[in-house]
């Protein structure tokens, strides 16, 4: 767990992601690269 979340924070595949795996979560979720992008746009 991350000090400061009091619940799990998921990450996993969405979008493009998913379909150049080719994989079909249950559930989507953001991917790391999705924060790396956000924090580089600032």
């Known amino acids: 767990m ?3 979340f009091n ?3 998921y990450y996993g595949v969405h979008g493009g992601i998913k379909k ?3 994989v079909e979560p249950e559930t989507e979720h953001a991917a ?3 924060h790396i992008v ?3 746009a600032g």
């Open 38 to 40: 956000a924090a580089t």
């Open 2 to 4: 991350i000090e400061g």
């Open 7 to 9: 619940e799990p924070i």
């Open 20 to 22: 150049f795996y080719k």
């Open 32 to 34: 790391t690269l999705d």
